[in-house]
């Protein structure tokens, strides 16, 4: 019997599930259908977030209904990308419908979701890191073609994402989006892509982004180039050319490296003239320069050089290769005589020697087909631009800290250091007496001065507030006088004319009254002998009464 009721109640829970799940299922079906119907979106987003949410607040979610609603569309995100994969169809454009008022304008159903959500973020009807989080979730379900298409997405709507209503609450998320996006890609076949992602990033943040700051100058050493270190057998080639020319990527890649000895810099000036002196003796003509088409070359560039040693020969008839080898001299030169952090003082004959150097770069470039003299130009125009960039950064006016908080503090406490002997000094500034400080005022209330009441000190707030916290603390007497008799009763009588006098004395009844409360105040502490008296005295009264007691009986 226990165990058919136990069966009985493992169905009932069972059916009870089935129940639930079909009740959550159909409820995702109407907030599917109602988030994704084709009309403007500010007619039916908010009514349709009220209608499955319930909002305890009409037009703002608090926090848990918050949480609750972003379940839900990175759970309908989730459902359409699924579909979207059966399908076979390309993510941004599954589900997409012709507009009936447009026809050009085609729109799948994950976009407009989007828009949507970016739609309620930007009125801050809901969080509004809630499409960062969506977007980046879409970014992890996709494929990396699929990827450009919702990376496009975020391009056409960074107006709006760079809002600083939404900035302040995704930009982590964005970041973190892209630099996994950077991860997943090829440095070498993702060339393109790549750019897009660095250029937004350099729009969507601001200059003072510390993430984008290469504060410590740190080069990438590990970028390093790899090249054969012994001959090929059965390959005509002049070795030594090959690793000379192939060695100045150590250089290139650590510019530092050369300021640290003057051997280091020496053996690179040596290896450079040797490949300076190959590029003259063999130049390009016209024809070779034009065979090198520019689009072809951004179709197939590659990140990486190929060291092989049976390419050397067709590299150096390849204009675009020079140019890049070039080029990097003139990075390198730049850097070296840059201002920076580190001491790159070179001595006079490397500098001689560094400009020589770059004048047969710069004449190289300038008869490297094709149109060499307009990419020269260009370059210039980027490397001046470039410099000028690090001039600003090092002249930009930085907020100063100081030691103690503040300039006057800091100040102080310096002056201390110089001169132990400051506070003992007769002659520094000290705190006034009172009395010296209320003179001004008191002449002022002098009636054969003749001052107008516009020109008393009474009138000059400063001084009166710094004069009231004189009396607090060293004549309580006057300082009580000022809810009277206001600031002219602090005034010490003393200092007044006799004629003035009398008006701002206190009167004999109210000294009276204060020494009778002065006395109050202080009448327990002399009472407290004579409780103590009476208490002594109590015994002998009490054995009195016992005396008259006895005779009686």
Partial sequence: MSFCLTCFKFQVSILGNQ?????ASFRMDAFRDAILQRAPIESFALKTVQEFIQPQKQ??????????????????LQELVASAAQSGEQIMQYGQLIDDDDAENIHGQ????????????????VEGGMIFQLLEDLTEMSTMKN????????????????????????KLVMLRTCNQLLRRLSKANDVVFCGRILMFLAHFFPLSERSAVNIKGVFNTSNETKYEKDPPKGISVDFNFYKTFWSLQESFCNPASLTSASTKWQKFSSSLAV??????AQPLSEEEGEANSLEEEAATFNIKYLTSSKLMGL?????????????QCLILFDYLRAPGKNDKDLPSETMEELKSSEDRVKKLLEITPPKGKEFLRAVEHILEREKNWVWWKRQKKRRQRWRLGNKELSQLWRW???????????????TPDIADYWKPLAEDMDPSAGIEDEYHHKNNRVYCWKGLRFAARQDLEGFSRFTDLGIEGVVPVELLPPEVQSKYQA???????RAKKEETKGGPQEGEPNQIGVSNSEPEAEGGRGGSRGDGK
């Fill in 416 to 430: 201390a250091d110089q001169n132990p002997n400051a506070l003992t000094d007769s002659q520094r500034v000290r």
């Fill in 275 to 280: 490949v300076l002196n190959t590029f003259d």
């Fill in 315 to 327: 590299e150096l008839k390849d204009s675009s290769f020079r140019r890049h080898i070039l080029l």
């Fill in 59 to 76: 037009t703002k979610l608090a926090q848990d209904e918050n949480q609750m609603l972003e379940n839900m569309l990175r759970t309908l």
């Fill in 147 to 170: 990827c450009k298409d919702v990376f496009g997405y975020i391009e056409s709507k960074q107006d709006i994402l760079g809002k600083q209503e939404l900035f302040a609450r995704g």
């Fill in 19 to 23: 129940f639930k799940m079909e009740a």
């Fill in 507 to 513: 009167k004999p009844n109210e000294k009276a009254k």
């Fill in 110 to 125: 994950i976009p407009h979701l989007l828009d949507v959500v970016l739609y309620l973020c930007e009125k801050e009807h």
